[in-house]
């Protein structure tokens, strides 16, 4: 069955300073896309970046960019220059296989940003 | 700007009342729509994928008479949430793909369901 894994469930970054936020999964298909979630406290979801499962290049929007190690099943997070509005929760997210759009999510890992 | 619009953000009821919550795509058709519902410190959960003009398909465990989910049009899907308990307190979060095969869903602002 698909799984996300998140094993950080809290992360301190100081201001300015690049931070990682781990992501590990599991699945059995070929096809498949990873997602990156920000939960600020308002509650809405926010979405960051995607890497698809072939995609050669790592992802990469602005601050964000992705580690994708396919072999050892990774999706790691990171998160260049950090910010003190990149304090939030992050959720990394699976969509399972082609022809469907159903998502799995990990546990999150809030990230606190400090001054 | 947002591209799923959910109403309301916050909404408290009394216990055994039913509460609806609506998930709208602005200026694009939804055939499906997702929702989740997320406890606090918690990850989201889906509970239902909605197909525009068919029956939901819930996810294993969710109660399908407790959670009513229609979705009528291809911009509008709604949770109604029946006879609410406190347990049922919590926050619900709609999604959904600008195209059939598109590679990120949006999400609505999601709404604070607190039942007293």
């Known amino acids: ?115 | 700007g947002a591209v799923v619009s959910q109403h309301p953000s916050w909404v408290i009821c009394k216990s055994g009342t039913s509460v609806k919550i609506e998930c709208r795509s602005l200026d694009f058709q939804a055939t499906t729509m997702f929702w989740y519902r997320q406890f606090p410190k918690q990850s989201l959960m889906l509970m239902a994928t909605s197909n525009e003009g068919s029956k939901a398909t819930y996810e294993q465990g969710v109660e399908k008479d407790k959670f009513l989910i229609n979705h009528a049009s291809l911009t509008l899907s709604t949770l109604t949430v029946t006879s609410a308990h406190p347990e049922d307190s919590s926050f619900y979060i709609c999604s959904a793909s600008l195209k059939p095969s598109g590679n990120t869903i949006y999400f609505g602002e999601g709404s604070w369901l607190t039942v007293v």
Do not use: H
């Open chain 1, 1 to 115: 069955a698909q799984k996300i894994t998140q094993t950080q469930p809290g992360m301190f970054v100081q201001e300015k300073e690049a931070v990682t936020l781990d992501c590990t999964y599991d699945t059995s298909d070929q096809s498949y896309g990873l997602f990156w979630y920000k939960q600020p406290s308002s509650g809405e979801m926010i979405f960051l970046i995607y890497q698809g499962s072939y995609d050669e290049q790592n992802a990469t929007e602005g601050r964000y960019s992705l580690n994708f190690q396919k072999a050892r099943k990774s999706a790691n997070l990171v998160i260049s220059a950090s910010q003190l509005g990149d304090s939030a929760m992050y959720f990394c997210a699976m969509r399972e296989g082609p022809g469907t759009y159903k998502y799995i999510f990990g546990t999150g890992t809030r990230l606190k940003v400090l001054a």
